[in-house]
């Protein structure tokens, strides 16, 4: 049972990893698009914007992980 039980206690974790993983990127995300509305310096934007792709490349691992492969799009930029 202790194989069982950690692998349902690794998929929980990684559930939860996934879960604040999106919330980062969402939070991220936001923030540039303030940022830019606001007109703030480029130096902020890109700082934001290399935490984005930390977060997005760390998802993308641990899906790939486990066999899923994942684009991100954001809505905003969609016509």
């Not at 998929?11 to 923030?31: P, T, V």
């Not at 540039?32 to 934001?48: R, W």
């Amino acid at each position: 049972m202790d194989i069982i039980d950690d692998l349902v206690h690794s998929g929980e974790e990684r559930a939860l990893r996934i879960a604040k993983l999106l919330q980062l990127i969402s939070m991220h995300q936001n923030s540039i698009e303030q940022h830019q509305k606001a007109g703030s310096p480029n130096l902020i934007i890109e700082q934001y914007q290399e935490l984005l792709t930390e977060r997005i490349d760390e998802l993308q691992q641990i899906m790939q992980e486990i066999g899923i492969q994942i684009r991100l799009n954001s809505l905003n930029n969609a016509a």
